[in-house]
């Protein structure tokens, strides 16, 4: 129901945003006969403080935030995933290591950290994509290793690795397998939070120039005056939209953690707790 | 050495650790930076190579980096933070002025959230897989997916008539006595406060919800059932106290997600706390004054996650061993 749910929306939300290249959807010229017009039948959802369509706008936005979150998800994912194997298969020293760097990025204020890298980078989606990326990978980890820990001591890795089986085999054909359901759910997870960090980032004008998305649409609502106009079509959709598609994504990584791991609760957002009831090691 | 002390010296060194990193990291990501202060310095009228080079001599700039990284943390035991760009004056004072804003506006935001949380989180366990445990849940999960600058817009359209909105405290106010001041405050911290609170309020609901449900399945639960205990005793006494572990770490673990919120808040709010003063800084690229803050907002952010395993201990002695 959930899955279905989530799977609509999030589907619906990418044809939209395809749907902008595709027909070379363009807000057009500034048209001072419309600045702050209210909902229409000819604008749907208003104009803004230059009178170009609010709907047009908000489809057009809906591409470089779907593709900003997915990519900055995808930079944690393989980020964290690496980590989280090598830590996790590796134990002793490397392993030590690893979890104090792990623990130390997921108690760091992420938001922050974000702000000050991208403002001394310099503003940009690139640049967001790679930040969000090292800012966001530690949860991706902590989930892997704690899944490769207890999978490498499966009596069927023993006895792969008994039979000598290569480390790179073990990997491949044993560990991984046992990972990757568990990267559809963090990496939904990692989506969630890339979007919003996103948003926020473009809250702070740190997009960049000529940025139009979910985010910048709000930055500008706020900075331009919408609220004294009481222009609530500005700021309304842009907001609601970035909602739905997160709990898409929540209820996408909820709908996936029941289905391949119950026993593993990370999608109530508690980020230390697997490690309090990680699955039991298998006795021989 | 008991396993109570070794853990305790655990947790300790490891916020140490954290600590160091954050200075380590601070340096040298302030050290990327293209361009320096002194170029733009040394143009002025007959500026020459001379001045150039006592400039660097002067601010310890001629020094490789592991001097200029001694000196720093030289001046950091020394609680100094350097000089404002923007406004000349110590970087301390301004972000411990900032902090003193922000720590009141937080906590109350914090305290709401964990209120309704808790409070919500306990009652979907209690009701789990019924309507309300649906209504609860899926409520927080979509509030909690709403960006934070949003709810901020948000609660202006909807009470701007009726609280102030912009700032902490009204410039134009004639009266100077205690309670008014108070007064004055506190209404313009509501809205702030409870954007914050809305923006984090949901995490804690599902967390106290599946940490409670786990504890409601054990059998201590069962025996007080079946001794017919009221609910509201078997909550409070078996379930809830046995579920504060996961709560209180989940909780400190949201402090980075907290800080973040609240500088998106103060932002929204033009509220004068260190979430706003690193906006300025980063507009005004007043660097000094971005390191600084960025500095104290993790070591605060470090030393809550400290404070938690001490509270954790005290709740469950058993997370020693």
Redesign the interface.
């Known amino acids: 129901m959930k899955f279905k749910a989530a799977i609509t929306i999030l589907g619906l939300f990418f044809l939209a945003a395809l749907s902008g290249p595709l027909f070379g959807i363009d807000p057009g010229p500034i048209d001072v006969q419309h600045i702050f017009a209210a909902p229409s039948a000819q604008n749907w959802l208003g104009s803004d403080d230059a009178g170009r369509d609010v709907l047009i706008q908000l489809v057009i936005g809906a591409l470089p935030s779907l593709v900003m979150g997915l990519s900055a998800a995808a930079v944690a994912i393989l980020i964290g995933g690496t980590v989280g194997i090598l830590a996790g298969y590796s134990r002793g020293w490397l392993d030590l290591v690893l979890l ?1 760097i792990m ?2 990025f ?8 974000a ?3 991208t ?2 980078w310099g503003p940009g989606l690139g640049h967001m994509i790679v930040v969000i990326g090292i800012l966001l990978w530690s949860t991706t980890a902590r989930v892997v290793r704690a899944q490769v820990k207890s999978g490498r001591e499966r009596l069927y890795v023993q006895r792969a690795r008994a039979l000598g089986a290569s480390h790179l085999h073990i990997l491949t054909r044993h560990i991984l397998p046992q990972v990757l359901p568990l990267i559809g759910t963090t990496g939904s997870l990692a989506v ?1 939070l890339a979007i ?1 960090t996103q ?2 980032l473009e ?4 997009a960049g120039t000529g940025v139009l998305s979910w ?1 910048t649409m ?2 500008f ?2 900075q331009r005056d919408a ?1 004294l106009n ?1 222009a ?1 079509w500005m ?2 959709p ?2 609601l939209c ?3 598609v ?2 898409a994504c ?2 996408l990584a909820q709908s996936l953690e029941q289905r391949f791991n119950p026993r593993l ?1 990370t999608t ?6 697997f490690a ?2 990680a699955p039991a090691t298998e006795k021989p | 050495m008991t396993s109570r002390s070794r853990y305790l010296l655990g947790k300790i060194g490891i916020a140490i650790f954290g600590i160091f990193a954050t200075l380590t990291l601070n340096f040298f990501l302030f050290r990327v930076l293209p361009g320096d202060a002194i170029s733009s310095m040394a143009r002025v009228p007959g500026g020459s190579v001379e001045l150039k080079e006592a400039l660097m001599r002067q601010f310890g700039l001629d020094k490789p980096l592991w001097g200029q990284y001694l000196d720093y943390l030289v001046q950091l035991a020394q609680g100094n933070l350097g000089v404002s760009y923007s406004s000349l004056r110590p970087v301390t004072d301004e972000v411990l002025r900032a902090l003193g804003n922000t720590v009141p506006m937080t906590l109350l935001g914090i305290l709401i959230a964990i209120l309704v949380g808790v409070t919500s989180g306990i009652i979907a366990a209690w009701k789990h897989d019924t309507a309300i445990d649906n209504a609860i849940s899926n409520i927080a999960t979509v509030v909690y997916s709403a960006p934070t600058q949003w709810i901020a817009i948000m609660l202006v359209l909807a009470f701007a008539s009726y609280l102030p909105v912009s700032g902490a405290s009204d410039p134009f106010a004639f009266a100077n006595d205690f309670w008014s001041i108070l007064a004055d405050r506190v209404k313009h911290m509501i809205l702030p406060s409870l954007t914050l609170a809305l923006a984090t309020f949901g995490q804690y609901t599902l967390v106290t919800r599946s940490a409670v449900l786990a504890t409601l399945g054990e059998d201590y639960v069962s025996a007080a059932k079946a001794q017919g205990y009221p609910v509201s005793r078997i909550l409070a006494y078996q379930a809830l106290p046995n579920a504060l572990v996961p709560i209180v770490t989940l909780i400190a673990l949201s402090a980075g997600t907290v800080i973040g919120g609240s500088v998106v808040v103060e932002t929204a709010f033009s509220w004068p706390g260190i979430g706003r003063a690193m906006y300025d800084a980063i507009v005004q690229r007043d660097y000094p004054m971005l390191q600084g803050a960025l500095l104290v907002v993790t070591i605060v952010v470090i030393l809550v996650n400290l404070l938690a395993d001490l509270v954790n201990m005290k709740f469950d002695p058993r997370i020693v061993e």
């Open positions: 104090r623990d130390y997921i108690v760091v204020p992420a938001l922050p950290f702000m000050v890298i403002a001394i969630a919003l948003a926020a809250f702070f004008g740190l985010g709000i930055r609502a706020f609220m009481d609530w700021v309304v842009p907001g970035i909602c739905l997160i709990t929540y209820w609760h109530d957002l508690r980020i230390r707790s309090l009831r």
